[in-house]
């Protein structure tokens, strides 16, 4: 059974950093892309950003490239977002995805529980 | 990037009746669309991808169709535990991009 648990969420300040992760486990990591979406509170979904399986290719949002970066280790099936710089509108609950098929479309197949993240000043 | 327009915004249906969700892209996407539910306080759920392929598990009321910039989500008979708010989504190009989303209530 595929399971993502998210952590490193909290509260900062605006210009400080934050590390998100997801342990990934239930299916062969190596496998498949991850990514990271987040929703604002009381909005919509935001896709922040996308690292292939083989870690290869990144892509990002407008709104957080040269902010953040995405990234993962496939020793322990861990996927990390390093939030730099963050601002007040980054507030959201950040949630760790996997694509449906292995190597295939970017549909979110498995979502995370989410990790919230406050900026505040 | 490819902007996604739904509408409407929010409906009010009754048990039994029959719902449509509307999702269109500012360009041609061809079939790279899906949709979610989600409620609240929860992650989000596949419904329904490459515009009308039933995710495994999902309940035959719910279906999509549509090809190049217009899609739609049909609900055939609204069901309680359908109350929730609905995300189309599309996987042609990055940036990825979400629709605005669509609240279903209770009438």
């Known amino acids: 059974q595929v399971q993502l648990v998210e952590s490193g969420g909290g509260m900062v300040q605006p210009g400080r950093s934050l590390r998100l992760s997801c342990a990934a486990s239930?299916?062969?990591?190596?496998?498949?892309?991850m990514h990271w979406v987040r929703q604002a509170p009381g909005k919509g979904l935001e896709w922040v950003a996308f690292?292939?399986?083989?870690?290869?290719?990144?892509h990002y949002a407008d709104s957080v490239k040269g902010r953040f970066a995405i990234s993962r280790d496939g020793f322990n099936n861990m996927v990390h977002l390093q939030m730099n710089s963050l601002r007040p509108e980054d507030t959201a609950v950040y949630y760790c995805?996997?694509?449906?098929?292995?190597?295939?479309?970017?549909?979110?197949?498995?979502w995370g529980q989410g990790t919230r993240v406050t900026v505040f000043s | 990037d490819i902007q996604m327009t739904q509408s409407p915004s929010s409906v009010s249906a009754s048990i039994g009746d029959r719902v449509t969700i509307s999702c269109r892209a500012s360009?041609?996407?061809?079939?790279?669309l899906a949709w979610y539910q989600q409620k609240p306080g929860q992650a989000p759920n596949l419904l329904i991808y490459?515009?009308?392929t039933l995710q495994s598990g999902v309940p035959s009321r719910f279906s999509g169709s549509g090809y190049g910039t217009d899609f739609t989500l049909t609900i055939s008979s609204l069901q309680p535990e359908d109350f929730a708010t609905y995300y189309c989504?599309?996987?042609?190009?990055?940036?990825?991009?979400f629709g605005g989303g669509t609240k279903v209530e209770i009438k």
């Open positions: 995805a996997r694509i449906r098929d292995s190597y295939g479309y970017n549909w979110f197949g498995s």
């Open positions: 239930g299916f062969t990591f190596s496998n498949f892309g």
């Open positions: 690292v292939s399986y083989d870690a290869r290719v990144e």
């Open positions: 360009q041609d996407i061809r079939n790279s």
């Open positions: 490459y515009a009308s």
């Open positions: 989504q599309q996987a042609h190009t990055f940036s990825l991009t």
